[in-house]
T-cell receptor, first 112, second 113 residues
């Protein structure tokens, strides 16, 4: 059974720092992995989608990497800003079914 | 495009009542799904649909029914509400069920007393 873990559950850093959020999964046979952002009281917004054949994806200050063999993905945020404060979730789509398994998220706070 | 819309935004029910959470998308997506989000547990899949007339169960389907009569709409029915169904419910859609970005609605916050 696929399990997705995100550690830490919460993170607070000062503005301007580069930071890395972690996601690990137990079954390396995946179709893709997606990173989402969720603001309080809102739905999820997709940030980056990495197919199983890809190693990384970039969008602006965000870079997501995927290492299937070790069951890990990281989301790198460069030059963090207070507007980056949100909960970040990773989600893995399994190879054997059309189901997405979500991690419980990392709540990120950027201090001005 | 409005994207994925959900109604209502908030709802309070008494135990045993029934209701329908509405979800609609205007992107002509084939794949739609319902999740519930509980504190510390991430999102869990309730039901999903790969096209009109086709639905299947997710991780936590008990107590919920779905139907997909059109491509645009995917309502979620609570048959007899229980306090354990207090949660935030999200509807999502995508072009395909395997490779494409999921688009989420704003959510419905449901409280069952």
């Amino acid at each position: 059974k696929q399990e997705v873990t995100q550690i830490p559950a919460a993170l607070s850093v000062p503005e301007g720092e580069n930071l890395v959020l972690n996601c690990s999964f137990t079954d390396s046979a995946i179709y893709n992995l997606q990173w989402f952002r969720q603001d309080p009281g809102k739905g999820l917004t997709s940030l980056l989608l990495i197919q199983s054949s890809q190693r990384e994806q970039t969008s602006g200050r965000l870079n997501a990497s995927l290492d299937k063999s070790s069951g890990r993905s990281t989301l790198y945020i460069a030059a963090s800003q207070p507007g980056d404060s949100a909960t970040y979730l990773c989600a893995v789509r399994r190879s054997s079914a059309s189901k997405i398994i979500f991690g419980s998220g990392t709540r990120l706070s950027i201090r001005p | 495009n409005a994207g994925v819309t959900q109604t209502p935004k908030f709802q309070v029910l008494k135990t045993g009542q029934s209701m329908t959470l509405q979800c609609a998308q205007d992107m002509n997506h084939e794949y739609m799904s319902w999740y519930r989000q509980d504190p510390g547990m991430g999102l869990r899949l309730i039901h999903y649909s790969v096209g009109a007339g086709i639905t299947d169960q997710g991780e936590v389907p008990n107590g919920y029914n779905v139907s997909r009569s059109t491509t645009e709409d995917f309502p979620l029915r609570l048959l007899s509400a229980a306090p354990s169904q207090t949660s935030v419910y999200f509807c999502a859609s995508s072009w395909s069920d395997t490779t494409d970005t999921q688009y989420f609605g704003p959510g419905t916050r449901l409280t069952v007393l």
